[in-house]
Structure formats: structure tokens, C-alpha cells
């Protein structure tokens, strides 16, 4: 059973920084695309990043540039660092599994997930 896991997320102010991690089990860890999406209250789910089996990444543009997703295979772990954090990067965080290749940041796309964890970022 596919099992995500997130944590990291906190309260920061404006212009620092966090770093998540997903730790996933019950299936094979490098085999597919994973990503990270956001959602703020009262907003859609939007995609964060995401990283493909051969590590090639994809960023939305409102992260590029300050979040950087990366992987550790060996550890089952899914990162997110993120730098020079803005109000507006507050939201409840989710790291998901999609198929075996990425194709953009939609989250419809992915179809495992973790429970969150919170992002705040004041100003």
C-alpha cells in the first residue's frame, strides 16, 4: 500500500526558509514521477514541482528560482527547500506520487498523497 508521509512544514517569517520531506513506502520509490503541490484556503490545489525517475525537474513559475524539489532514492525521501519564502507561499503542503513519467504539474495527474503539512510565512 502506498504510504506518503510529509513533515518539515512550520511558521517562518518573510524571506526564510523550510524544508520538507515525504517519506514514502509500499511501493518501488524510483519508479515514477512525484511532485509537490499547495493548497491555500479557499484556492485550488496548484503544483509546486516535480521530479522524474531520472531526476529532470519542473517548477511553477511563482517557486522558480527559490524552491529547489530533490530526491534521495536510497532513503525513499521526497525534499522540498524552500528559500526566500513570501506571504503568499502559505498553504498546506502535500508531496504526491503520479505515473511512471512526468508530463506537467496538474494535480489530477497524480494519484497517491500524503495528509499535508502547513506552511506560514508572515510578513
Known amino acids: 500500500q502506498v504510504h506518503l508521509v510529509e513533515s518539515g512544514g512550520g511558521s517562518v517569517q518573510a524571506g526564510g526558509s523550510l524544508r520538507l520531506s515525504c517519506a514514502a513506502s509500499g511501493y518501488s520509490y524510483s519508479g515514477y514521477c512525484m511532485g509537490w503541490f499547495r493548497q491555500a484556503p479557499g484556492k485550488e490545489r496548484e503544483g509546486v514541482a516535480t521530479i522524474d525517475t531520472n531526476g529532470i525537474t519542473a517548477y511553477a513559475d511563482s517557486v522558480k528560482g527559490r524552491f529547489t524539489i530533490s530526491k534521495d532514492n536510497a532513503e525513499s525521501t521526497l525534499y522540498l527547500q524552500m528559500n526566500s519564502l513570501k506571504p503568499e507561499d502559505t498553504a498546506m503542503y502535500y508531496c504526491?506520487?503520479?505515473?511512471?513519467?512526468?508530463?506537467?504539474?496538474?494535480?489530477?495527474?497524480?494519484?497517491?498523497w500524503g495528509q499535508g503539512t502547513q506552511v506560514t510565512v508572515s510578513s
Open positions: 504526491a506520487r503520479g505515473a511512471r513519467y512526468c508530463i506537467d504539474l496538474r494535480p489530477w495527474r497524480f494519484n497517491y
